[in-house]
């Protein structure tokens, strides 16, 4: 994943509101009114919340007559998912190394 979208990603995702939006998106397609209706908030700045998640890649609209539905697009999640297992895998070896290093030294000095 390139280094812009994946600030994006992060970006949208550290939101409250953001990641509710998402969480309401779980149960699938829905309209922009739907999505506002937990929020104490207008539509407008709903909208605003929708533009950044859409711009991130995290979900994706589709005009139908007068409504806009949401949808969730996975694709950026699952890269930024990616992302977060490599480094976590990465992490996690470097740990056991200065964790069998201490080991080994401590057994060195008994």
Known sequence: MNQDH???VFGAL???TRRGILAQLSAGET???ALAAPYQMSQPAVSKHLRVLEKAGLIRR???GREN?????T??????RDWIAHYTQFWK???DAVDDYI???MEKKK
């Not at 539905?69 to 697009?73: E, K």
């Not at 694709?75 to 930024?80: K, P």
């Open 6 to 8: 994946l600030d994006l």
């Open 14 to 16: 550290s939101d409250a």
């Open 31 to 33: 309209n922009v009114s």
């Open 62 to 64: 589709e005009r139908r």
């Open 69 to 73: 539905f949401v949808a969730v697009n």
């Open 75 to 80: 694709v950026r999640a699952e890269e930024a």
């Open 93 to 95: 070896q470097q740990f």
């Open 103 to 105: 080991k080994n030294t």
